[in-house]
């Protein structure tokens, strides 16, 4: 059964810093992309980070590169999101989550998520 954990959300102000980890359980963690989303009240969930299986490849959403690091550690089956310079807009419920298929580039277009963590809450105050 695969699980994934997030952690590491919280209130913090503009210009200030987060990490968020996921932690995973359930799967060969080693062998999958994973990927980190994001939703904000109201509003549909968006990509914001993917890492490969290798974390050699990792890929932004616009709005996040130059601020955002995704990275990962095979040995302890966890996924990071490193978050600096945070803006309001950043405000949302950041969700981690797992390739559907092992091996598999997250660059091809029918590459998919389906398992999903609970999320965590990022407040950035202005």
């Known amino acids: 059964q695969v699980q994934l954990v997030e952690s590491g959300g919280g209130l913090v102000q503009a210009g200030g810093s987060l990490r968020l980890s996921c932690t995973a359980s359930?799967?060969?963690?080693?062998?999958?992309?994973m990927g980190w989303f994001r939703q904000a009240r109201g509003k549909e969930r968006e990509f914001v980070a993917s890492?490969?299986?290798?974390?050699?490849?990792?890929s932004y959403a616009d709005s996040v590169k130059g601020r955002f690091t995704i990275s990962r550690d095979n040995a302890k089956n966890t996924v990071y999101l490193q978050m600096n310079s945070l803006k309001p807009e950043d405000t949302a419920v950041y969700y981690c989550?797992?390739?559907?298929?092992?091996?598999?580039?997250?660059?091809?277009?029918?590459?998919?998520?389906?398992?999903w963590g609970q999320g965590t809450q990022v407040t950035v105050s202005s």
């Open positions: 359930g799967f060969i963690f080693s062998i999958y992309s």
């Open positions: 890492i490969s299986a290798s974390g050699r490849l990792t």
């Open positions: 989550s797992a390739a559907a298929r092992p091996y598999t580039d997250f660059r091809l277009p029918d590459f998919r998520y389906d398992s």
